[in-house]
Nanobody, 124 residues
Framework: QVQLVESGGGLVQTGGSLRLACAAS????????MGWFRQAPGKEREFVSS????????NYADSVKGRFTISRDSAKNTLYLQMNSLQPEDTAVYYC?????????????????WGQGTQVTVSS
């Protein structure tokens, strides 16, 4: 069974940085793609970024491109999201997700495995 556990969320001021981590277990993830999504209060869950675990191919939402960087450490089975220049509109619960197949996809419905989420709050 795939298990995903996020960490690293918190409260940060505008312009600050945070690094989220997602510890993955239960599978060999070389044939997977993994992604980060977020959901703000009253809004739908939205795509942030995704990566092909084997090839390292990445994809970013326009709203975070140039500020966020997704990466993975295969030895540690851990996914990361480095978030810089944070803005109040980045405030949300951030979720890690995984899917079989290395194609990086933006649709949340294509990811069957999800973590519990970690709160990121950016104060103005």
């Amino acid at each position: 069974q795939v298990q995903l556990v996020e960490s690293g969320g918190g409260l940060v001021q505008t312009g600050g940085s945070l690094r989220l981590a997602c510890a993955a277990s239960g599978r060999t993830f070389s044939g997977y793609a993994m992604g980060w999504f977020r959901q703000a209060p009253g809004k739908e869950r939205e795509f942030v970024s995704s990566i092909s675990w084997r090839a390292g191919t990445t994809n970013y939402a326009d709203s975070v491109k140039g500020r966020f960087t997704i990466s993975r450490d295969s030895a540690k089975n851990t996914l990361y999201l480095q978030m810089n220049s944070l803005q109040p509109e980045d405030t949300a619960v951030y979720y890690c997700a995984a899917k079989v197949g290395g194609l990086v996809i933006r649709s949340a419905s294509d990811y069957p495995y999800w973590g519990q989420g970690t709160q990121v709050t950016v104060s103005s």
